[in-house]
């Protein structure tokens, strides 16, 4: 599996290291360079960082990419769409959930565009699933809310809620904040495609 993880600049409380190759979009890029984190590809239109910002990006960038200011496409979705030409498998993007929540929606949005995206920070884990059988292990991140992206049919079993053969519409709002009750549980997706939130506290 080649994984990229894709580091966005709503956040300063960024890992210092991170499994997979690193991507830097635009503020996200800045902060890298800031704690001398080696990335794959810098990218972003950078139209709000200084001279130096950009030169330190450039030092520790391999590859730098700066987009125009005016676009059809997010800086996220464009860093996205790279990662996929150049093959990763698995795409996670920390800290796209904080900051404007237009930008949090259309990641959102780009969760169901690309199966194999998924978003992170310290609080959150958001990702979606298809058909089939799928283990859910009891983690810090003690809430699991299960949201529909298209009408949904699932089952789930060893949650402090399980059910039986439900049907979830867009807008159901039933899944939210469940408990895994055991080790581990299961949700297994009859027909159509969810998303998976596994949140805590602060």
């Not at 565009?113 to 058909?131: C, F, M, W």
């Not at 809310?145 to 809620?161: D, K, N, P, T």
Request: charged share 25%.
């Amino acid at each position: 599996m080649k994984k990229a993880v894709l580091v966005c600049g709503w956040q300063d409380d960024i890992p210092s290291r991170f499994d997979g190759d690193v991507v830097g979009i635009d503020r996200g890029a800045v902060l890298l360079a800031r704690q001398k984190t080696t990335m794959a590809l810098a990218i972003g239109d950078f139209d709000s960082i200084s001279v130096h910002e950009r030169q330190e990006v450039q030092r520790y960038a391999k590859r730098m990419i700066v987009l125009p200011t005016q676009k059809e496409v997010s800086d996220t979705e464009a860093a996205i769409d790279d990662c996929i030409a150049a093959g990763y498998d698995e795409i996670v993007l920390w800290g796209g959930l904080g900051g404007r929540f237009d930008h949090a929606w259309v990641n959102f949005l780009l969760l169901k565009k690309h199966p194999s995206l998924r978003l992170t920070d310290a609080q959150n884990d958001v990702y979606t699933i298809g058909e089939g059988t799928h283990d859910i292990v009891s983690t810090p991140r003690k809430y699991v809310s299960i949201f529909a992206l298209q009408r949904s049919e699932l089952s789930l079993s060893g949650f402090a809620y399980p059910l039986d053969h439900a049907v979830f519409e867009f807008d159901t709002t039933l899944g939210l904040s469940n408990e895994v009750q055991k080790e581990n549980a299961q949700i297994i997706v009859h027909s159509g495609r969810l998303m998976i939130i596994l949140s805590q506290d602060k």
